[in-house]
């Protein structure tokens, strides 16, 4: 048994695209290291990974899953990713806690999206990087061509590590090529050449080992795999594997491979954080280093409430000592901790760096959360994760669900940055925002599964503001006798547009007592209710001027509630006469496509009355920034989808309100006013 050490610890997420293999893969090495009795098998739903109802049903995976367990002298945490984009946030929140990114390639699909996506954030992340050709047993499959285009597109340092034995059904193994000098019958490819290839790969990452082995010198396998994985942490080396998972052709030999090449906690990148004083402070792999851990996952589960899982960085931690959170500077006692082993946990006496734990009933922790050493505080950065692009409003059967509908959606969220619910304060509809349809559809479903309330949807409302464009004035008598006491009041305003973002403004500029003092709040309150209600199509009025300048009272029958009708109907009248507007909101937009669909996608931008601001390359991908009102982007995403085979992704941010063009403004008052109907 692997004694459970900084330097045996080995952090690898599983990453890539959907529907390459990743869960049969990891639930195979499982058995191969002796964690599971049995493969489990997705489309069985006995995958040991894909374990939730919804993952079951739809048979991919939603949520990263961890399994701690030990194998060929090594104490590993490997982590199941899910590979569609609607889930990205789930890959994008274990990177930072890994060392190494194990990331599969269909060879049946080649090099995809999210195959390009893992590969830069890995490494922008400075991780070990292990390329894994899956799915050798497809039909026409052409592995030197892969080779060739995945070193086209990822660099020379990829190098192929295995050669298959057979393609399609007749694959019946791999060959390791740094463990064999002879090639094997029936090994695709050039065997000679692949051997040199890497070996030299890996021998010119030591100055000393390349002279020796030119001058004819022998070097160990012993000192090529010390080297190999040297040069796999330093990202010198890109191992090439390949595998069929199903079959178990290739599963021990990645195991193997894993154990002996991918770097330790205290061989990986260094993590920094933030101090006290915001200064950089690195964070080494010490146990008697300062304590920082970072939460990178949250989940609620029904019977034991919220539980939060950490990576340790730097230092140790026994169970119930004190730790800090950075966020609100507060000290709790973390009480049992435990070791992730998919759906199961064991407790566990000690953290040390490089452990991923899990916690339960710490209520406070938020994925990103920085814990540390009492006293010693210490911010680990952010964790970038995909823009939400899609949003739905959701309505509750009745009333009595609301609290429970809003508590779900809370809870959701909270383990889910990708996914985010609030409140229009315009609307009032509670508006939920994910990546796609897809996301909010399982979110959804999660949402009645665990909390027993479902919800209708629609497409949120847009909140569009009304305002004037011209100065004009409006007076109204409100004068009424019932017999004993009447009411009377007279109001003259004058409206002014105000300039853009500023607000409502208003302005006293009465004289003579023509209004008494006394009624003039009476006044700037009856104005107020009208400014929530617009006169156009019941939006609210913003960014206008109104000053009152002249008016009448009656000494016996005005009063304050006659001078707030007065003013609203004065100013109702004046607003109408201004030339009044509908404004909506203007976003800021970035589109992230290849660069292929870039017609079809500017072309369909532009059928959006999208104001294109300009265009850049990053990498093989071309970023559009445009201008768009908020009311054409409620379906962009499933366009933009279709247009680019799922690659297109964008980002919102609003930017500003301006005036709905005349013809669009006559369509969407009449719709408000036979709503209002």
């Not at 058995?31 to 997705?42: L, N, P, S, T, Y």
């Not at 349809?437 to 909390?451: A, G, P």
């Amino acid at each position: 048994m692997a004694k459970r050490t900084t330097s045996a610890i080995c952090n690898v997420a599983v990453v890539g695209h959907g529907s390459v293999g990743k869960t049969t893969l990891v639930d195979h090495l499982l058995h191969v290291a002796g964690f599971a009795k049995r493969a489990g098998d997705v489309d069985s739903g006995s995958s040991l990974s894909d374990h939730e109802p919804e993952e079951k049903e739809r048979r991919f995976s939603i949520n990263s899953t961890i399994f701690h367990f030990e194998a060929q002298g090594r104490v590993f945490n490997l982590i199941d990713t899910p590979g569609y984009l609607d889930f990205a946030g789930a890959a994008a929140g274990v990177l930072p806690v890994v060392e190494t990114a194990l990331i599969a390639i269909s060879a049946r699909d080649g090099i995809q999206l999210n195959t390009r996506r893992m590969w830069q954030a890995a490494g922008e992340l400075g991780l070990a990087r292990i390329l894994l050709i899956t799915r050798l047993d497809g039909e026409n499959i052409m592995f030197d061509k892969l080779l060739a285009e995945i070193q086209e597109a990822f660099g020379g340092q990829c190098r192929p590590a295995f050669l298959p034995l057979g393609l399609g059904h007749e694959c019946r193994g791999v060959v390791n090529l740094l463990d064999t000098e002879e090639a094997p019958e029936g090994v695709i490819g050039d065997f000679d050449a692949a051997r040199e290839s890497i070996l030299e790969s890996v021998i010119e990452c030591d100055d000393a080992l390349m002279e020796r082995y030119f001058e004819g010198e022998q070097i160990s396998p012993q000192e090529i795999t010390t080297t190999l994985r040297r040069a796999v942490a330093a990202g010198s080396v890109v191992p090439v594997l390949c595998c069929v998972a199903k079959a178990d052709i290739g599963v021990a030999e990645t195991l193997d491979f894993l154990a002996n090449s991918a770097p330790s906690p205290a061989e990986g990148p260094v993590r920094k954080a933030t101090d006290a004083n915001d200064e950089e402070a690195e964070l080494t792999a010490d146990p008697d280093g300062p304590f920082c851990a970072r939460v990178f996952k949250a989940a609620t589960d029904v019977h034991v409430g919220k539980v939060a899982y950490f990576r340790v960085y730097s230092g140790s931690l026994s169970g119930g000592l004190s730790v800090q959170l950075a966020r609100i500077g507060k000290a709790e006692k973390l009480g049992h901790i435990y070791l992730i082993k998919g759906q199961e946990q064991e407790e566990t006496d000690i953290a040390i760096p490089g452990d991923m734990l899990c916690v339960t009933k710490f209520e406070e922790l938020q994925i990103d959360d920085t814990l540390c050493g009492p006293g010693a505080k210490l911010t680990l950065p952010p964790t970038s994760f995909p823009s939400p692009m899609t949003s739905l409003a959701v309505e509750t059967h009745s009333r009595d669900d609301d609290q429970k509908v809003s508590a779900g959606l809370q809870s959701l969220a909270e383990g889910d940055p990708t996914f985010t619910m609030h409140r229009d304060t315009q609307s009032g509809e509670v508006v939920i925002t994910g990546m796609s349809n897809l996301h909010l559809e399982v979110m959804l479903s999660k949402l009645q599964r665990r909390y027993e309330t479902s919800v209708g949807t629609h497409q949120p409302s847009i909140p569009y503001r009304e305002a004037i464009t011209t100065a004009s004035e409006g007076q109204y008598r409100h004068k009424k006798q019932t017999g004993g006491r009447g009411q009377y009041g007279e109001v003259y305003l004058r409206l002014e547009p105000n300039e853009g973002g500023a607000g409502f403004e208003f302005i006293d500029k009465v004289v003579g007592g023509a209004i008494p003092r006394q009624f003039i709040p009476a006044v700037e309150k009856g104005v107020r209710e009208v400014l929530d209600k617009g006169p156009l199509g019941g939006y609210p009025i913003v960014d206008v001027k109104a000053t009152v300048h002249y008016g009448t009272y009656h000494s016996v029958d005005s009063s304050e509630a006659a001078f707030r009708i007065a003013a609203a109907r004065a100013f109702r009248e004046a607003f109408q006469q201004g030339k009044p507007v509908l404004l909506e909101p203007i976003a800021e937009m970035e589109v992230t496509i290849p660069s292929e669909f870039m017609g079809d996608v500017t072309g369909n931008l532009t059928g959006h009355r999208a104001r294109i601001l300009g265009m850049d390359q990053v990498g093989q991908m071309q970023v559009i920034r445009a201008e768009i009102p908020m009311a054409e982007v409620t379906r962009y995403s499933t366009e933009l989808k279709s247009m680019t085979g799922g690659e297109g992704s964008f980002t919102l941010q609003f930017s500003r309100y301006q005036a709905v063009p005349a013809h669009i403004q006559q369509d969407i008052v009449a719709r408000a006013q036979k709503k209002e109907e």
